[in-house]
């Protein structure tokens, strides 16, 4: 791995933005190291133009809700049942 800079917590927390803009644009990795011991490595990811795109309606579970006559708008039936679960009792 390329460009790999020890920096401690502490540097990680005084300098989070410019750090994760460097991983982002300068695609640099940092290794973060909490009193001496190696902790979590920051580098960056591949963007979502570079991931595989996933065609929704060739898997076999799209569209199971076609044919039900109680649900007519199922964008707001989900919104509704997630709503409902999220409550507390």
């Known amino acids: 791995m390329q460009n ?3 920096i401690s917590t502490k540097e990680l927390r ?3 933005s410019e750090i994760l803009e460097k991983v982002a644009i300068g695609r640099q990795s940092f290794l973060v ?8 490595l920051i580098s960056p990811t591949s963007t979502f ?3 595989k795109k996933v065609d929704f309606s060739k898997l076999s579970t799209f569209g199971i809700w076609k044919k039900r006559k109680d649900i007519k708008n199922t964008k707001s039936w989900v919104s509704n ?3 409902k679960q999220s409550q507390r009792i």
């Open 4 to 6: 790999l800079q020890l």
């Open 81 to 83: 049942s997630r709503t």
């Open 49 to 51: 133009s570079d991931s």
């Open 33 to 40: 190291a909490k009193f001496g011991r190696k902790k979590a």
């Open 14 to 16: 005084d300098n989070l």
